[in-house]
């Protein structure tokens, strides 16, 4: 044999053995690859919040500050991207006085409500306390006026699904302040910057309790509910603005039963619903409502509670 034949025979075995020992490429099906795609587009699925309007019993502050409570809890909220604020809440439960008017009973009683309209927690709350203190450490034309404003909010969170209080703190919102004031300043510009002041406190404490909220609501169970079946497409009250996915699978569950001590006649809580089939999300419809169809088992009818499977 040649030389040059020789090294081109050489040359063709060491080519096949390089190709040999590399890795294995393999190009992934279109199909595949999109849904590695919707994968990291995933949301993870948003309870509905029943936000009930502050009150205020303290003496000092008036309405304003249950107005400032009530709005800065909407507003953290909103902005943890956690939950959905159900926008009819006051509507069907009232307000948090009439809440607490009521010893807690009306809510109970509008549980199953609560589940229908796909609410799943219920926050409720009060100012306890709210005062201001002034001091001034100078006398003058010009006196340093050191200001303590202290104020503590109640918050109470209530479980739909287990028909349960599950939640209730008392947050301080305790501010200080130290500005100078001419002494002949008008008694309405004080008034108006104790106000301010107790604005504040009142949302320093509520700002407190968002992130206990925050975790307690990110354990409880999400529930959704079957708004309509037409021929095969069933149609449920959650959808994108929720975080359900396209794929998602979900189980129909029965109601469950409220369970009773009989000795007290005390309620221990709500038992679990009986699976009844599950069902497959294939589209979206409006603002946050889904397409589904059926999946495995049957006899799902409007009405029917649904989780994440």
């Not at 040359?11 to 590695?36: D, K, M, V, Y």
Request: glycine share 8%; aromatic share 8%; with cysteine.
């Amino acid at each position: 044999m040649s030389t040059p034949t020789r090294f081109l025979g050489l040359l063709l075995i060491f080519l096949f053995l390089t190709e040999a020992c590399a890795p294995i490429s393999r190009r992934r099906p279109i199909r595949q690859a999109n849904n590695i795609n919707r994968v990291t587009e995933f949301n993870p699925i948003k309870k509905k919040i029943a936000l009930l309007s502050f009150y205020n019993e303290a003496p000092i502050g008036g309405p304003d500050l249950a107005v400032v409570a009530t709005e800065e809890f909407r507003r953290e909220i909103a902005r943890s991207r956690e939950f959905i604020l159900d926008p009819e809440a006051e509507s069907l439960f009232g307000s948090s006085k009439e809440i607490y008017a009521g010893g807690g009973v009306k809510l109970a009683q509008l549980a199953r409500k609560a589940k229908m309209s796909g609410v799943n927690v219920v926050i409720f709350g009060r100012i306890k306390e709210a005062r201001v203190r002034q001091k001034s450490d100078e006398i003058g034309f010009v006196r340093k006026v050191k200001s303590l404003a202290e104020t503590y909010v109640e918050v109470k969170v209530y479980d739909v699904l287990t028909n349960k209080e599950l939640f209730t703190e008392t947050l301080d919102g305790n501010i200080s302040d130290d500005n100078l004031k001419y002494f002949q300043a008008e008694s309405e510009e004080n008034l108006a910057y104790r106000q301010d002041l107790l604005r504040y406190s009142v949302k320093v404490a509520v700002r407190k309790v968002i992130p206990k909220v925050i975790k307690i609501g990110s354990r409880l169970d999400w529930m959704g509910r079957v708004a309509k079946i037409i021929g095969t497409r069933i149609y449920i009250n959650a959808g994108r603005s929720s975080g359900i996915n396209l794929g998602d699978i979900l189980k129909v569950i029965t109601e469950g039963q409220e369970v009773f001590d009989p000795e007290s006649g005390a309620m221990i809580g709500v038992s679990q619903g009986e699976v009844k089939g599950t069902l497959e999300v294939v589209d979206y419809l409006g603002d946050d409502g889904a397409i589904t169809i059926l999946h495995s088992g049957g006899s799902v009818t409007e009405g029917d509670f649904i989780q994440l499977y």
